[in-house]
């Protein structure tokens, strides 16, 4: 009996020791001060005074937790955001500010499998393009009903546009950044353009063209740009800037990629990958600013104005030799491009509003919601916007993060890059108004069930240009019907 | 008298006993876990695949995500996929182990333990980190190491993971060669329970090596490959990780699994009503084919 009694307890402590293994957040659920205290926020914050003057009223409020979730949007972001929270505090000290930390690489599967679950962060941070599908989900939540007019006209309206969905704003922006195209500097001056003229004035398709193919060595590619599994995407939005393709959606809210302006991007890219003026194979995201680094890639996508600070770090590290510099990599001098553009179309930029959103989860309350939007103006403006912006080497989107802005002023900065930068920003689009979550949600499954992965099957030379094009169309006029896709060419 | 014995039978039949009371309280604990952790999500799933699922205000569809997915192009190019990549990777898998082990027979049996330490060592390691390794192998890029052998040997270097030609089988040679481990020791066990006698008699019978496995060892570790066999379809069924890691089931979709597709579907796309239907056909599926397994390999089985 003794024996059998030894074995049933030890069965039920291994079992128990299992089950263990996988539940260590258990604790924390059961831990009074450490679970969001929704349900008794009352009496919390003013949630339309702004942020700083906000404290002196929450002295007695009852203690509130609110949840955030965000990637490493800089090199220093996370660590930042730790100091953020305590600032937070020391203002509301009834208020805290929980802070997740997730990777690029599994931010979206990491929200989108919270949210579904109900248990979504209260503040997470999203790409403009994301929103369509939280507010699909039933997540999203409109901050105006939150949030004084007066704490909201501090942001920059064309920035808000990106964060407003059909009329209703689910977030703040924290920066608008734009998509281009880096070049080697010297190597493309060996190639015979005129970089100065090309910064200051943009380029067309048959420059580029030739510019590429005079770049392209045994060693060195003219144009690389990252192309495997979901950075195609990236290719056919920031690239398909050059074909006039802004928006997957055109001002009149037809599907855009069904236009002839898709046929023209992509017998243009099908023929680089031919010719091998770019590699037909795919190229992943963190290859191809170390493919310039190291001289195998003359003009590298995507790129962006901050790229000119880590290339200069790795100058200094290649002058240094401290072995920190990217492994057969040269000195290169960043040039930040244009992205070129073809006949009958105008030049414009990819531009993309990465910002905080508030969602809903289980213990979402009004007074619960109120105290977010405290956190949320508060992670968006002032000195938290004006740190985010400089590192990013972007302008401020509101006007609190402007005025803070002169504390950052970044040195050594190149005249052109700059002057090339601003040129950019002003010729960014802003997307149509009238897109519906369920219209953006329909072509976000279109670009990852099928135009990236038959854009993988163009660049390795397996289907044409014509092929895909026509695949696009047939999938998308069931999708959307004929009659909402433009098969025409869109003209600007 | 007959009656008396009849009901001294049934007393007998529902009687519980002290052990049956031992057993029972070994498997209760067992069981909660297995009800809550295994039959309660499926009974979830199953219901799930009902709805147009929101975290907020779930709507009932009815079989609108059956409908859907049998309507899914994709949904038919990854079960074709998942049915290719199943089709090679387990009999050859399977064949490879049996080979291998058979081969071990042959040593000492420290020097068998050596080796099924060695073919177990990768099953160890984190998946994650494998793939990274198959990565840079099948880089693309001339500085992949097998387009460096290519180079090496004059043959033009391959777009392994991004071509539709190479895509499919660079996925099948990496489970071929990967995770022999589990099936070897296996293998062995049952290699080792067959009687010497047997082999004794087909050598005064003057048997060679091939007759000796054609005869005796391949229908007495039959059992064993069906075992193998169930299990590595089942598995086979719900990769998903090599997929996810190595080609993100491109290109064109041409090595989109099944498992894939649902992950997707769940947490990329956010439609987890669709992806548990999808989840039920695939169990469904994998039941029918292990039904059918039994069926034709089990019958001169004897256990």
Redesign the interface.
Known sequence: MKK?IL??AL??VM??AL?ACGNSDSNNAADPTSAPAATEAAGSADATAAPTDAATDTSTAAEDVITVMVPPVTSTYLDKMAVYAEQFHEMYPNLTLEITATSWDDH??KL??T????Q?PDIAEVSYASIG?YV????GINIADYMSADRLADYDQNALDYMTLEGVTYGLPLYITIQSIGANKEMLTAAGVDVASVQQNGWTYDEFLTAISNGTTDDCYGFVFAS???TAADYLNIFGISAGLTNPFTSELKYAYTSENMLNLLTAISDMANSGYT????VDAS?RMVMCETGNAMIFGKAMPLFEGNITKNNAAIAAADGTAVEGSINVEYAFLPIPTMDGVTESCYGSVDGLVAL??NDTTDEHLANVMLALDFLCSGDRAAATDAELYLDSVCESGREAMSAYVVEDRDAANLAAAAREISLVVAPPTGITAEMS?DA??LM??VI???F??L??G??TAQEMYDTICSEAFNVFGEENCETGFIAQ | MAHKQTNNHKQKRFRITSDDRWGYAFIFFAMVIFLVFTIYPVISAIKTSFLDYKPFGSEYVGWENYADTFHNKLFFKAVKNTVIYTAIVVPATIAITFTLSVMMMAFSKKIQTVFKGIYYLPGIASGVALSVVWLWLYDSSPSGLFNEIMTFLHIPTQNWLNSSKTAMGSLIFMAMVSSHGTNIIIYIAALLGIDKSNFEAAEIDGANFLQKIRYIVIPLVKSTTLFLFITGIINSFQVFMNAYMMTGGGPDNNTTMIGLLIFNNAFTRSEFGLACAQAIIMAIIIAAISFVQFKVMGEDIEY
């Not at chain 1, 699909?136 to 997540?139: F, H, Q, T, Y």
């Not at chain 1, 590699?279 to 795919?282: A, E, H, L």
């Open positions: 059998r074995a049933l069965a039920s079992v128990f089950t979206t599967e989108n499998t949210a579904l679950a109900g979504a599908t699909e989900m039933g997540v495997s599994a979901a590699p037909n194979y795919g290859q809903r989860n949600s976000s499954t990852s069930e990236a992965p038959k993988q099957a660049l390795a397996e289907c």
